[in-house]
């Protein structure tokens, strides 16, 4: 493991997460994302997947979709590998030629130590041959606050823009904001972000 936080997730808070978040609706929130953009896609990478539930739904929005998880949690990976191809292990190990026309970061960024931010983008840069999707607290400059007690355990900022430091060639397709107090959306805020390799 590459990093404090991996450890952390790694272990109990890890396969305690997966208790709490297991019921996420991910419908509503691609189908305004992917759908209203007319986004076709045969493949998709979820780097951080836990039990697979955003990747259950695009393979429902998507049929015959091809479906990739990565998670270090070994608790959440017994349930992701039922369903998709899979994964168990850090992100920053996780290595293959293969592409996927989407890569996908939901909620795993704003848990990565800042310093292995650009390992991260790389990650899904690389992985990816045609699109870039990011869904994450959002702050205008960098913070760091306690996360459930914890300390150095969620960071927030503009992920949008910093991926964008690193990789400016990118075009971004939409964004948006999914807003916790919505009758169709189950989760918390978060903004989202849509890029295209170009």
Not at 51 to 70: A, M, R, S
Not at 105 to 121: A, C, E, R, T
Not at 158 to 175: C, E, I, N, R, T
Request: aromatic share 18%; with cysteine; glycine share 8%.
């Amino acid at each position: 493991m590459k990093s404090e936080e991996e450890i952390f997730w790694a272990g109990e808070f890890g396969d305690n997460y997966v208790e709490r978040n297991i019921d996420h609706n991910m419908f509503y929130c691609f189908t305004k994302i992917l759908f209203n953009n007319s986004i076709s896609i045969k493949s998709v990478i979820e780097l951080g997947a836990n039990v697979g539930i955003n990747l259950d739904t695009l393979k429902i929005l998507y049929p015959g979709l091809k479906t990739f998880g990565v998670e270090i949690n070994t608790k959440a990976f017994s349930k992701l590998e039922k369903n998709h191809s899979a994964y168990n292990g850090s992100i920053y190990d996780f290595s293959t030629n293969e592409k996927f026309d989407l890569t996908l970061s939901s909620g795993v960024l704003i848990h990565q130590d800042p310093s292995m931010l650009k390992d991260f983008y790389e990650k899904l840069y690389n992985l990816s041959n045609k699109y870039i999707l990011l869904n994450e607290y959002h702050s205008p400059y960098p913070v760091e606050l306690e996360y459930r007690g914890n300390k150095g355990k969620l960071f927030k900022r503009d992920f949008g823009k910093h991926l964008l430091s690193f990789y400016p060639q990118l075009k971004l397709v939409d964004y948006g904001f999914f807003w916790g107090h919505d009758p169709l959306y189950i989760g918390e805020d978060s903004n989202w972000f849509l890029f295209k390799k170009v």
